[in-house]
């Protein structure tokens, strides 16, 4: 996409000093002031149209660029240079997005933090522990809709307050009218159907403070997708979260407070109205890492918040290794048992009958303890299954 202007070597955002780096001279660029410097040199992957859709070509070695349908920046398989599908990121209305949150963790601080977070997995496939394995997160810009609003509430109240007077409580109760508006600005849902919602969940948030104007200068070196799920998919969602917002204003307001109206009162009784303001388009940093299980060809996701670096991962189960180790525990266990039997012989007795039943309960925890785990697997599997259809 864009090539040093100094000696023609591919270039890179470095997320750890936000610097845009020649991999080859080292030449330095900010991503404001790359705008000019890379302007001779930026080329992105020429379109052409066909009888079955349009087929991109190379800017450097004239290879045709075989993509997904949500794909926006990837790289050419024959190459490696990367390919900027300028009318897939502007959309079918040509606008350009609004806006874009930086990588600010670095491949090698996403690759220790995924290390920390296997370390006690003892049940994860070897092959999922290898460096050569963890080397292949990819740096992802995920397409976003960020929403800001407005809401109104208002809503009428039964308070009640109780003082003591001598021996007895004069309880006395009120209509309370009270209302509030509410500013809202920074609702963020991802834009694309082929990353399950509850994975973004999981990694949220992106607070949108850190997001820039937007400039492809920062995708330099990373993939990205392109959104194909509409703006107006979460107004529902958003317009609800504003209502939960501006009734929690409402909980703190003094004069409720005062009255001690209820908070199941102040729900059931506010008349909010909310709307949507503005919704701009964006991109969310994102490290991610799939593996395909050899035998049953599942998948497993291992996901990084590119700006917090907060994880999650969906890790699958070597029954190998959870079968060894249920045995390992078993065969010391009734050992054990058998020694203490012979140590106590004198006083007490263990029938054989006893240690089987001992060595049994520690055989059925560990197997409700995989069960559970091979279960969640299953569970999150199916779902991010169904989420691709």
Known sequence: MYKCPHCGGEMEFLPENGIIKCEYCGSEFSPEESDRAFQKTRKKAEEHAMADGKVYTCSQCGANI?????????????????????????????????????????????????????????????????????????????????????????????????????????????????GGHGVYDGYVRDATSSFPDGIMDEIAPFPTKEAVPFRDTYMTGFYADIG??????????????????????????????????????????????GRITRVRKGFLPVWFLSNRHERTGMMSYAVVNGLTGRIHTDLPVDMKKYLLLSLGIAVPVFLLLLLIQALLAQNFSFKPKTILIITMLLLGILLII???????????EHEIGRAHV
Not at 68 to 90: H, K, N, P
Not at 134 to 157: H, L, N, Q, T
Request: charged share 25%; with cysteine; proline share 3%.
């Open 66 to 178: 075989y993509t997904t349908d949500e794909t926006g920046v990837t790289f050419c398989s024959y190459c490696g240079s990367q390919a900027f599908l300028e009318s897939r990121i502007m959309g079918d209305e040509k606008i350009a997005p609004d806006m874009i949150i930086p990588f600010r963790i670095s491949k090698e601080q996403c690759q220790d933090i995924y290390r920390k977070q296997i370390k006690s997995a003892w049940f994860l496939p070897a092959k999922m522990k290898k460096d050569t394995e963890i080397d292949k997160f990819r740096g992802i810009y995920m397409p976003c809709w960020v929403y800001s609003g407005e809401a109104e509430a208002d809503g009428e109240y039964t308070g009640v307050t109780t003082t003591r007077l001598g021996r007895y409580d004069i309880i006395k109760t009120y209509k309370v009218k009270a």
């Open 228 to 273: 194909n799920v509409p703006s107006d998919v979460y107004q529902q969602d958003i317009c609800e979260a504003m209502d939960r917002n501006v009734k929690n204003t409402l909980h703190t307001t003094k004069a409720l407070m005062n009255k001690n109206v209820s908070s199941a009162e102040i729900n059931q009784n506010t008349e909010v109205h």
């Open 370 to 380: 995989s069960t559970r785990m091979i279960r969640d697997t299953y569970i999150q």
